[in-house]
C-alpha cells in the first residue's frame, strides 16, 4: 500500500541572484513500513522536498504537483487542515538538534507537545507519556531529565530527545532529515541502531534524507538518488551498491572512501543555474551530444529499478 | 547566585564612587562663585557684603582643597549622612526620600506605557514584515525616536490640556496629571524598544527551533507566543534596564515641564542654585537606583535564559 505519493513535485522560488529550481518534476512512493532515503549532495535539494512534505517552506516558495498521503493530496488541504497532519500523521526530526530545540523550554516540555496538541492530553498524563518515550529512545534517568533544558543534554542524547518528540504521536510517517550529521561516529552508530528498532517496533514508514552512504544503507529499503532538483536513480538497497547504473551514482560510490575515495571531477551545479539537457553531463564521461540537449527520462532497467540516463535507452 | 549578587556589589560600589567623584568634579568647574551663588539664594543679592559671602565659604567647607571637600563629603556619606541643603538647611536625605516616590510613579508608569505599545506593536511588525502594519509602525517608530521627548511634551500639554482641556496642563495629583507626562517619557522609549523587539523577533523567528514547532502542528500564536517570544525577549529586557537610566535622565526635564516634584526637579533647581549638597545627594540617589534595577535585569536572565547560570550556581 503507498502511504506517500509525490508526483511531478516541482518546488521553485525566487532569490537575488536568479530563479532557484530546488525540485523538479520529482516522482516518489513510500509503502506503508517502507524506509526510502533521499541521497545526495549538500545543496541538491533533498532537505527542501523533506520541508516541501510538510508544507513548512516559506510563503514566496512556489510548490506544484501532487503530494498524496493516503489518497489525500496535502497541497489542497487548507492552513488548519495541514496542521492536523502535521506532528501527528507525518513527524519531522531535523538535523543539528542543538539549534532545531528551543532553548528556553524543557526537553519534557518540548516532546510533550504534540501529544497535548493532538491528543489532547492534560500535563500530568503528557509527563508521564514522555518518560515513557523518553525511555524507549533509551534515555537514561528520563524522570529526572524531562526537566532540564537541551543544553544540559549532549548531542546524542539530544538526537534522541527529537526522535522521542517526532514518534510521540506514533506518526505514520517519518521525515529524518540528516538525522546523524554531526554526531561523532559512535553516537551515529547508535542513533541509527535506535532509528531501526523504534521502526521495526511501531512499523512506521520514514523518508530519510542523508548524504550518508552508510546510514542510508543501514536504514533504507529503497533509495533514490538526487541530482540539482531531480532523482536520476532509484533502486532497492542492494542494487544501488550492487548494481549502480547512473555515472553519477557509481561516481558517488567511488568517492567512498572503503571503495577508492574517488572524487567526481567538477563540482555540483547551483540550484540557479542548472544545465540543460542531462543535468550531469558537464561532469559524465560518458557524455554525447544528446545528453547536452535532450533530458533523459526516467527508464525501468530491472525490477523496481529506475534511472535517469541515456546509456541505457 | 550569592556569589554573583556579591560580586556585582563591589562593582556596583566603584561605579557609584565613580559616579560622585564626577558630579562633584563637575560642580566645582562649573563657572561662578559657589559662594556667592549660596549667599545670594539665602540673603538676597541687594544687601549682600563680601563679609557674608567668605563667612559662607568657611562654614560650608568650600575654603579646604578640593579632594579634601571630597573625602569629608563621602565620609559622610558613607555613614548615612547626605548633608543638610546649602540653601534651605533641610537634610538632602529627607528632601529625596520626600521626593522620590513622585518620580518612581512617573517612571513606572511611563515604563508600562512604553511596553504595552512596544512589545505587541513589535511582534505584529515582525510578523508581517514588509506590510503596510510593519510600515506605518516602524515610521511611528522613526518618529518617536527623533522627537525630542520636551518638544512631544509641550505639543501634547498645547493639545490636550490648552485646547481640548482634557488633562490639566501640569502638577501633581490623581491619575489625570500623570498622563501626559508618563506618555511623553513613554513614547521615546516605546519607539525604541518597538525596533528592539521587532528585529528581536524576527531574528528568533528565523530560528530552526520555530520550524521544529511548526513541524509539530502548533498554531502560529502558540509558535510566537510560546516559543518565540520568550527568545526574543532577552535582548529586549537588556535595554529595558538601560531604558530606565534613559526615564531617569528624562524626567530630569519633563518634571520641570510638566512641574512634577519629583528627584528630577529637584536637581535642576538645585543646580540652579549651585546646591552641592543636594546635586551630589540626588546624583548619587539617581545612581544607586540604575545600578540596582541593572542588577535586577542581569538577575532576571537566569529566569529568561536557562542558560544564563552565574558562577558557582546551577
Redesign the interface.
Known amino acids: 500500500m503507498t502511504l506517500l505519493g509525490i508526483r511531478n513535485l516541482k518546488v521553485y522560488f525566487y532569490s537575488e541572484d536568479g530563479m532557484v529550481r530546488a525540485v523538479n518534476d520529482v516522482d516518489l512512493d513510500i509503502g506503508e513500513g517502507e524506509t526510502l532515503g533521499i541521497i545526495g549532495e549538500t545543496g541538491c535539494g533533498k532537505t527542501i522536498l523533506g520541508?516541501s512534505i510538510?508544507r513548512?517552506l516559506s510563503e514566496n516558495t512556489k510548490v506544484e504537483g501532487r503530494i498524496l498521503y493516503k489518497g489525500e493530496d496535502l497541497l489542497k488541504l487548507s492552513e488548519d487542515e495541514m496542521?492536523?497532519?502535521?506532528?501527528?500523521e507525518i513527524?519531522?526530526i531535523?538535523q543539528?538538534p542543538l539549534?532545531?530545540?528551543?532553548?528556553?523550554?524543557t526537553v519534557g516540555t518540548?516532546v510533550a507537545?504534540?501529544v497535548e496538541?493532538?491528543q489532547h492530553l492534560d500535563n500530568q498524563n503528557a509527563k508521564e507519556k514522555v518518560i515513557e518515550m523518553l525511555k524507549s529512545v533509551r534515555i537514561p534517568l528520563p524522570s529526572k531529565r524531562v526537566n532540564e533544558?537541551p543544553?544540559e543534554f549532549s548531542g546524542g542524547m539530544r538526537q534522541r530527545a527529537m526522535i522521542a518528540?517526532g514518534l510521540i504521536c506514533m506518526p505514520s510517517l517519518i521525515i529524518a532529515d540528516e538525522p546523524t550529521t554531526g554526531l561523532d561516529v559512535t553516537t551515529q552508530a547508535q542513533i541509527v541502531e535506535l532509528m531501526k528498532e523504534v521502526l521495526k517496533d511501531s512499523g512506521t514508514s520514514m523518508l530519510l534524507i542523508t548524504h550518508d552512504l552508510g546510514v542510508a544503507a543501514e536504514l533504507c529499503d529503497h533509495m533514490a538518488v538526487m541530482y540539482p532538483g531531480e532523482i536520476v536513480e532509484y533502486a532497492d538497497v542492494r542494487n544501488i551498491f550492487k548494481n549502480p547504473k547512473h555515472p553519477y551514482t557509481r561516481g558517488f560510490l567511488d568517492s567512498l572512501p572503503g571503495r577508492g575515495l574517488k572524487p567526481i571531477p567538477g563540482i555540483s551545479p547551483s540550484l540557479i543555474n542548472i544545465p540543460e539537457g542531462c543535468k550531469f553531463h558537464p561532469r559524465c564521461s560518458y557524455a554525447t551530444g544528446r545528453c547536452k540537449k535532450e533530458r533523459p527520462q526516467m527508464k525501468k532497467v530491472g525490477e523496481k529499478h529506475f534511472v535517469r540516463c541515456f546509456l541505457y535507452d | 547566585m550569592l556569589t554573583f549578587i556579591l560580586k556585582r556589589m563591589c562593582l556596583m560600589f566603584i561605579v557609584i564612587l565613580g559616579v560622585t567623584m564626577m558630579t562633584f568634579l563637575i560642580m566645582h568647574f562649573t563657572p561662578g562663585d559657589p559662594a556667592e551663588m549660596i549667599a545670594m539664594a539665602r540673603y538676597g543679592v541687594d544687601d549682600l557684603t563680601q563679609e557674608d559671602i567668605e563667612w559662607i565659604r568657611v562654614q560650608e567647607g568650600l575654603d579646604a582643597p578640593l579632594h579634601i571637600q571630597y573625602i569629608k563629603w563621602l565620609n559622610h556619606a558613607i555613614h548615612g549622612d547626605l548633608g543638610c541643603s546649602l540653601i534651605n538647611g533641610q537634610p538632602v536625605l529627607s528632601e529625596i526620600l520626600v521626593r522620590f516616590p513622585a518620580t518612581i510613579k512617573l517612571a513606572a508608569v511611563s515604563m508600562l506605557v512604553a511596553l504595552i505599545i512596544a512589545i505587541p506593536v513589535g511582534i505584529i511588525s515582525a510578523t508581517r514584515q514588509y506590510s503596510l502594519t510593519d510600515n506605518v509602525s516602524m515610521m511611528g517608530a522613526m518618529l518617536g525616536v527623533s522627537m525630542p521627548n520636551f518638544w512631544l511634551g509641550l505639543l501634547l500639554i498645547l493639545l490636550f490640556s490648552v485646547h481640548l482641556g482634557w488633562f490639566p496642563v501640569c502638577g501633581y495629583g490623581g491619575f489625570e496629571y500623570i498622563i501626559l507626562p508618563a506618555l511623553t517619557l513613554g513614547t521615546g522609549m516605546a519607539a525604541i524598544t518597538t525596533r528592539l523587539t521587532r528585529s528581536s523577533m524576527l531574528e528568533v523567528l528565523r530560528q530552526d527551533y520555530i520550524r521544529t514547532a511548526r513541524a509539530k502542528g502548533l498554531s502560529e500564536k502558540v509558535v510566537i507566543s510560546k516559543h518565540a517570544l520568550k527568545n526574543a525577549l532577552i535582548p529586549i529586557v537588556t535595554v529595558i534596564g538601560m531604558q530606565f537610566g534613559r526615564v531617569l535622565e528624562g524626567a530630569v526635564i519633563i518634571e520641570t515641564i510638566f512641574a512634577w516634584p519629583g528627584i528630577g526637579k529637584l536637581l535642576v533647581d538645585s543646580i540652579y542654585a549651585r546646591d552641592f549638597a543636594m546635586i551630589q545627594g540626588g546624583v548619587l540617589f539617581v545612581a544607586v537606583i540604575f545600578v540596582i534595577v541593572n542588577l535586577v535585569v542581569d538577575i532576571s536572565y537566569t529566569y529568561l535564559d536557562p542558560r544564563i547560570r552565574y558562577e558557582g550556581v546551577k
Open positions: 520541508l510538510l513548512l496542521r492536523k497532519i502535521r506532528g501527528k513527524a519531522m531535523f543539528n539549534s532545531s530545540m528551543n532553548p528556553v523550554l518540548q507537545e504534540p496538541l493532538h533544558y543544553h518528540m
